[in-house]
């Protein structure tokens, strides 16, 4: 399994690596059937997670967004460049910094700023919050805070969709800190021998937490090199760059449909804010934090759009003004919607 | 009617489920090519085949969350836990994904999927396998437990639990596999949630369900015997918890007492006889007799264990000492 576990990753993205491991460039063939319309979607999406976020920031610090505040700030490309490449009849799975994800699979904006706000209006009504956004008719199944407790969930979709013959699957989210956990192997294991149709995405923004990789983890800092032991093909790739992960996800998930089973896909991402929104973050130096905001997902893919002849500055901002709208919109209607009826309080417990 | 033992009532429930619709398929530990270590789905993997017929690798909480994931996808999954103590490797699965998952999602997505375990001590398996957790898990909101205590009762249970759309646990006392109860041919279900007076009588009220129910039955045709008119309730279901047949007994009758063979303290009896004292406080004759196992880890010697479970002699001997019968 090595031997694809090596092919697929050389095949999935034109990541190249330099000597110190930093990611130096990356390019996509833009002769493929995406067209220009597509290519500055992607770039909106991330946008609206950007602005998203900064607004969940914002709401945070006025006390409108409670509990805890995971933001998805500076690993945008791999959500989207993830989800752009699933059919609608696709299972997501994910974590608790699960914003970006949401809206990347076109989750109503505004429902999920009111969930973010605890109101009746929300996609959950209020009852599940930032951790636990879910949307089952968009087969967005969750948003979940337990760490890995979110795989199993996503290999039993999987199950469902191999039983019942179809050609959909399930692509399931999860951080690095997560491979620490039993479930984690578990799991692997478990797709691997059942040869189920699920995509393992593992956004490794380099901490667990306040906890950087090689402080918890035995075996370096990659993961998908150990995939080998599951007879999983895995691939890494550069998870800053929205069409270096567009291009791995459709392959792998082409692989899926197949009928190869599972597949890994390792994307390196970082996360430019803390933990959640209450962290100092004295776990690591703000040099490492401003190296990597030099390469901001966004501005990167604004760049090659332009140099792509994709789209021109008026696009670009012609775009950030729709989006900042849009965001502002979902505000607008959190605060002024109501709070759940008490009645929901008992409701939804049994079905 | 038909006299069957308990594994053979579950198996049928197993069968007529996987016959009649194709969504069921059973999961768990060495259920298929070895037949299940109690023996209940022996013969199934021959007859369906391995795609309903899962063998798991050894990995509780994978097999169970999958199990969840097949429930919110369409199917509706049926696992087999080999012991209830195992079910802890997967509490993460059962409580955090199973039964919060439809509230949490606003009523989006439910768990129609039912986990069989057998539970209880008495067969010298020791502290690791001999534990009772139904009773932790009944105090989980969003899921339901249930514990039968007869072959009719396991097969009436669980084609209910089979029905519902919500994580059902059916709790299987080891101990009773093999007893024998008579089963009718003809199809019928048994509601989740409400008890069953097993004897009616006016004297004295003795409560409890699954394994509890043997010591307990002895206990009252011993009073029986005596001259005293007991009335029985078989729990069936801990969550949800029938309180309104208690209270209503314990007002007939005015005397209370609960038995579990499970541990004593913190068990879904002392939930119970909470409940009964804030509703009935005024009829009872005196306080509600409490008997349960002893609070120790569960010793491999058998004269250590029989000390340990509650037996007849335990109930009978708090039925004297509480009151004057």
Redesign the interface.
Known sequence: MASSTKSIKKSAAKTKRSKNGKSTSSSTDDSGAVGAAEYLDLYRQMFLIRQFEVACGENYSKGHIRGFLHLYIGQEATGVGAISALQEQDYIVTHYRDHGHALARGLDVNRSMAELFGKGTGLSKGKGGSMHLFDAAKRFMGGHAIVAGQLPLAAGLALAQQYQDTDGLTVCFFGDGSTNQGTYHEVLNLAAVWNLPVLFFLENNMYGMGSAIDRVRAGGTDFYPAMSTYGIPAAEVDGMDVLAVKEATELAVKKIRAGEGPQFIEAKTFRFVGHSYADGQKYRGQEEVREWEQRDPINLYAEKLIQMGMANDADIQKIRAEVDAVVAESVEFAENSPNPDESELFTDVLA | MTEIAMREALKRGLDEALENDPNV?IMGEDIGEYGGAYSVTDGFLKKYGP?RI?D??I?E???????????????R?IIEIMSISFSLVAF??IV??AAN??????????V?MVVRAPTGAGVQLAATHSQSFETWLAEV??M?VVCPSNSYDALGLLRSAIK???LVVVAEPALLYGARADVPEDYYEIEIGKADVTREGSDLTLVSYGYGMRPVNDAADKLSAEGVSVEVIDLRSLSPLDVDTVVNSAQKTNKLVVVDTARRTGGIMAELVAEVQERAMEWLDGPVVRIGSTDVPWPYNRDLEQTALVGVEEVLAGVRNGFDL
């Open positions: 398929f795609k899962k798991t690798p990995s909480n994978a097999f169970v969350g999958a199990g969840i994931g097949a429930a919110a996808g369409g199917l999954p993460d699965q955090n994904m998952i439809r509230y949490m999602s606003g009523g989006q997505i439910s129609p909101p969003g339901k519902d759309d919500n």
